[in-house]
């Protein structure tokens, strides 16, 4: 399975914390059955974060092996969240070579701005899931800095989880949940083989 990076939120205590997470393949255990590597941020507050969740999934450091490799003094202390949320979130031409207009970024940052759709669906092949999280940089890149924060994502979305705020899932563009999208009129679904036609009205598509 490919490398799934999420940005999901949810309430607790009263207050709004962000998980920003790394979950990839981690071979067999001892019993040969597959094991999963996930590497978790919570995050309370994003004053500053100015970057956004996407900028920082794709500069954080997250771990790719267990036992870490890393030295002990390192592990020790968690990379800083601050360090890495410099960069902002950039058009790196993404969406222009994957479905021929960097206008479904707009679309997309849209409908979260909006709220015009309770959820959006990417559905990709699979030789498009590397270029998904730069996808979500370029969405980002789309929005106002204080509003970077409201687009919650998961590049390679499993089954949903009741209280966790998810608004853009990425599935494979054979499985269950793109079709039940696809079908979905409540769903802003993008094939990205043969995505909708956009609305050069818009200002965030022009």
Same mark, same amino acid.
């Given at each position: 399975n490919p490398v799934n990076y999420s940005h999901q939120s949810f309430k607790?205590?009263?207050?709004n914390i962000h998980v920003l997470s790394a979950t990839r393949d981690a071979g067999l255990d001892y019993t040969q059955r597959s094991?999963?590597?996930?590497?978790h941020v919570a995050i309370t507050k994003t004053n500053g974060l100015l970057a956004g969740p996407a900028a920082i999934l794709s500069a954080f450091p997250f771990e790719t092996e267990w036992p870490s490799t890393r030295p002990a003094e390192s592990r020790n202390k968690p990379p800083s969240i601050q360090k890495h949320a410099g960069n902002l979130p950039e058009f790196k031409g993404s969406w222009k070579e994957l479905v021929g207009d960097a206008g479904y970024a707009g679309m997309i940052a849209e409908a979260i701005v909006t709220?015009?759709?309770?959820?959006?669906?990417?559905?990709?092949?699979?030789d498009q899931h590397r270029s998904i999280l730069n996808l979500m940089l370029?969405?980002? #890149?789309?929005? =106002?800095p204080e509003q970077r924060w409201q687009a919650t994502f998961s590049t390679f979305a499993q089954k949903a989880v009741?209280?966790?705020?998810c608004k853009i899932?990425?599935?494979?563009?054979?499985?269950?949940e793109s079709t039940r999208? #696809?079908?979905? =009129?409540?769903v802003l679904y993008i094939n990205l083989e043969s995505p909708p036609s956009l609305d050069d009205?818009?200002?965030y598509v022009a």
């Open positions: 607790h205590g009263g207050k094991n999963k590597l996930s590497h709220g015009s759709k309770r959820r959006i669906c990417i559905a990709y092949s699979v370029e969405i980002t #890149a789309v929005l =106002p009741a209280g966790r705020d899932r990425c599935v494979s563009n054979t499985s269950p999208a #696809a079908n979905n =009129p409540h009205a818009s200002p």
